[in-house]
């Protein structure tokens, strides 16, 4: 290793410069070669993958919006939270029960309609900010309407 830079440093100026600059030309080369090309050769190969991409990053934008949404929301207290599930509770018509506790809510079905179901669980969820953690659900069919009955445990957001 000493012979090289023994030579190197008896070059001329002008022979280090030349050398110098065919170094880094070399050193380029091999980086796009190695680093770069095969990264293109595979983009150009498969634009199905390269689309795949592009909506997985449409996604994770998408889920981080709704995630800087949510933590934005103020806080909701659990007496906020019982009186909005109660207050909405008339949406899920006559047929069903609901009681709130503390912690939880319990929610009991009786052909309870699909669409009214949905609606009760996102206002449950966005006002309420109740999360469900067990359902035990059996959909009905009457009049080529689905119903649902059933029970549906819900948990409140801490104090």
């Known amino acids: 290793m000493s012979t090289l830079s023994e030579r190197f440093a008896a070059l001329s100026p002008r022979d280090k410069h030349w050398l110098s600059v065919a170094v880094g030309v070399l050193s380029l080369v091999l980086l796009i070669g190695v680093g770069v090309l095969p990264a293109v050769r595979s983009l150009r190969a498969n634009p199905q993958a390269q689309q795949q991409a592009k909506a997985q990053l449409d996604y994770l934008r998408l889920l981080q919006v709704r995630v800087q949404a949510l933590q934005a929301?103020?806080?909701?207290?659990?007496?906020?939270?019982?009186?909005q599930?109660?207050?909405?509770?008339?949406?899920?018509?006559?047929n069903t029960e609901i009681s709130v506790g503390d912690q939880r809510?319990?929610?009991?079905?009786?052909?309870?309609?699909a669409n009214a179901l949905a609606e009760w669980l996102a206002r449950a969820r966005s006002e309420a900010h109740a999360v469900p953690i067990e359902a035990q659900w059996v959909r009905e069919t009457q009049n080529d309407e689905a119903l649902w009955s059933g029970t549906l445990v819900m948990t409140l957001p801490p104090r």
């Open 73 to 83: 929301r103020p806080l909701l207290d659990q007496a906020e939270a019982r009186n």
């Open 85 to 94: 599930l109660q207050s909405s509770a008339s949406l899920l018509g006559g």
């Open 105 to 113: 809510v319990n929610l009991v079905l009786r052909a309870t309609p």
